[in-house]
């Protein structure tokens, strides 16, 4: 289905490889590169003046920033509410490590109870606007319950591919919301290989991290939010629970659009991008070590913080 602009605020232009740059349709779904099965990225119009009165001051959601959303059409919004999370400072905390300042953005506080909420709202909202019948998704427990919620929402099929020692309340939340929920022996590396074998005849958008453009977009809403809670100044180091990285990537392609746009004063530096992994399952600390050459073979095992068991974050290093 081939869709064109109409009354959206967007300023979408185009996609692009992000390994080559080949340029992509931003109206028509897409998913990985056909040049070279690598992740899309979204590109704006950032040269034509938009100040930062674009920012729907009324929206308290991630929606606010829709000028820099890929959405054409507003009436295929699927939210819950999700984005504009507090930050809170942690005074006790930055003591004990002898910060200056340290706060926590209280992503726990989004629909679903984690930042996922972000990047499904907006390719569950994509998915519905191709009129896709449903979306399947392979995941660490976070993921899937928020697909299974937005698709609800939007009254798209839903289905959930989860490692079988994934904790129980994730299984439920995903069964609740009405999703076809699949168990699989192992990590969230062998419910990818399952997605893709379900979904071999590609009816649904399979929503796995990068590929498709989409959820990246919604997850640097964060990056927005924090220029925007700092007053348009940055912190000086930003720490992130890594797992497939879409969120770190997001953050860092906020700041890059916001400084395209005259958003932060040209003096500015950007923070310090701390990616934090667990020690039962850090590939990508491995590969940027210099350990590994890559992420492909990286053998990890389960670990409590769940949503960063991922390890073989995918896309070309
Ligand atoms: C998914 C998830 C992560 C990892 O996010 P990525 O952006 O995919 O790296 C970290 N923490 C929690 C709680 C998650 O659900």
Redesign the pocket.
Known sequence: MKLVASESLSRIDALHCSACGTKYSAFDLQRVSACCSQPLEADYDLHEPLSRDVIDQADTSMWRYGALLPLLHNENKVTLGEGMTPMLNLPRLAARYELSSLLLKDEGQNPTG???ARGLSMAVSKAKEFGVEGCIIPT?G??GVAMAAYCARAGLRAVVVMPRHTPKAFKEECYWYGAEVELVDGLISDCGARVRQRNADGALLDIS?LKEPYRLEG?KTMGYEIAEQFNWQLPDVLLY????????IGIWKAFQEMKALGWLAPETRLPRMVAVQAQNCCPLLETYAGRQPNCHSYQGSATLAN??AVPHPWAKP
Do not use: Y
């Open positions: 984690s930042f996922k660490a976070n993921a991290t997850k629970p890594a797992g497939g990285g879409t969120g770190l949503g960063l």
